[in-house]
């Protein structure tokens, strides 16, 4: 037996033979042609019928993993559509006389090391992004079509590193788990694994070589570790493993319709996050208690231009119905830092995840703001709904949010159009809100702790920077003590305070959250029933004592 050790990005046991991923990536002759006008021709077919399949992708991965985990799809038909690429293409085409392909292999080394080599980390992950698109251009020239597993059998996908496109195409039917040499835990592939509940492994010290490829083998997700070739005992104890997670994924099936109230009775708001309106499938069947946070950034994200009232108002209209008078907390965009949005033409920054972003955006563009705030009022007539702002840091900023309502309300009751009356709280995830809390809660009617962001700010370290996972401790005191602090200053001046970051799933702190009092936690919705569990289990008057 060999084992090897990872980085666990979803808990689970897998048992099943393993098989390497063959990204099946091309050798690419440089070939001299008579006709460049032909060759632009057929590099304009291949990103047409390459901007098809990323579409039927991105429905795909709509259905399985929601709308929010399926925007990388939409942003790889934008990045293929890009001009600075498509003009690299074609000069290389025209000035040496060369093949389609040859032309599209050259922009795609030359885009991804010059990705490869910004400062900012969000640019460098648009390295991998480049290759992917680059790789489904010259397949479509080619002719080639693979989905790199070659299996019959449900299987452990090994492999160095897989894009999110890969992730989705798989046949979810045929994959046990995936085990990678590389990746981030907060990389897309990472995220869509927790989404679709696969058992995973990155960072993994494991060589894919003929010793490892179509072995018997175990993934233990909850310790980070394959075993190779199991002995007999470790096959034994992981099949009783398996089997106690079996029977537990059964009987919290069982907590469905149950209240979510603890032993003594206190009872807290257990709500999920959303991307969009077609996750609603997902947070019904979970059996949410609401909404409490839905990214309306990603409306934003899906357009060639800004999305109008009336679009907005629409999907807005359908999530406060469908949710038929449960809570549904919508966060005012967040665009910015790692979720650009071409035609807001923010500009490079150098350091963007404290740049132009968020609130700021909105107070300076407020005519935009506005506009989403119509559409926000105009839906809360048609169910319980409730407005996040995020990334506040001064009292100032609640208070110039508050004078932009009350201009929205007024012009909606001058055009005599019905409108509801929303509760409006802000997102605490920053040290600043963190230490302006008690002022903060004389403005607003709950507060929402981004613990993603706050954890990154407060301990200096950039969330989406794979080489800093080690440093990246959302368990640290410091970060406890401000979620601590947030619960007790919201509580002075009587307002609610609930979490909605990554923080809120981890079921390790789940009673620490309890007994600091906290009255809502919204996770994604495969986490609900868990929770509820440990809610229902729960005296919080004892975990005080």
Known sequence: MKTYYGKSVFNGIAIGKTSIYQKGEQQVKRVKVEDAGSEKKRYYAATQQAI?????????????????NAAIFEIHQMMIQDDDYKESVENIIDSQQVNAEYAVAATGDNFSKMFAAMDDEYMRGRAADVKDISERLLNVLSGRHKDGMGTEEPVIILADDLAPSETVQMNKDMVLSFVTVHGSVNSHTAILARTMGIPALISTDIKLDDTVDGKLAIVDGSKGVIYIEPDKE??????????????????????????????????IKLYANIGNSKDLATVIQNDAGGIGLF??????????DYPTEEEQFAVYKTVAETMAGKQVIIRTL????????????IGEEDNPAMGYRAIRICLDRPEIFKTQLRALFRASAYGNIAIMYPMITSVWEVKKIKEIVQEVKKE?????????????????????????????????EFFSIGTNDLTQYTLAVDRQNAKLDSFYDAHHPAVLSMIRMVIENAHKEGIWAGICGELGADLDLTQEFLAMGIDELSVSPGRILPIRKIILETNVGELKR
């Not at 967040?334 to 033409?345: R, V």
């Not at 509801?420 to 903060?440: H, R």
């Open 334 to 345: 967040d665009i910015g830092a790692d979720k650009q949005c071409g035609y807001f033409q």
């Open 412 to 444: 909606l009751e001058e055009q005599n159009i019905a409108f509801g009356s929303p509760s409006q709280g802000i997102m605490i995830e920053t040290p600043a809100a963190v230490m302006t809390s008690q002022e903060l809660a004389k403005e607003v």
């Open 52 to 68: 098809e399949e990323l579409q039927l992708l991105y429905e795909k991965a709509v259905k399985e993993v929601g709308e929010a």
């Open 295 to 304: 990214r309306s950034e990603f409306l934003y994200l899906e357009k060639d």
């Open 234 to 267: 470790t096959m034994a104890v992981m099949q009783e493993k398996q089997k106690k997670e079996q029977e537990q994924k059964e009987l919290l099936q069982m907590l469905k319709g149950k209240p979510d109230i603890t032993l003594d009775g206190k009872e």
